[in-house]
C-alpha cells in the first residue's frame, strides 16, 4: 500500500489516502469524497509520504 497526499481542490483540506495501485494513473488530480466539504470534489494528487511513489512505465515503439 503506497500512501499519497491529496489536497481538495474547493476547500484545500489536505489529507492521507492509501491504495494498492498507482494514482498517477489518473494524472494530476483524481474525484473523491472530502469530508469538510460533505461532497464528492477534484482532489490534487500531491505526492507520497514517504517519497517512493510508483512510476508510471511505457514502452516506445519505434
Known sequence: MTKWILKCMTCGEERIFEAGFNLTIFGSKIYLYCK???????????GCVDDTCPTVKVDVID
Open 36 to 46: 469538510k466539504c460533505k461532497a464528492n470534489r477534484d482532489q490534487l494528487i500531491m
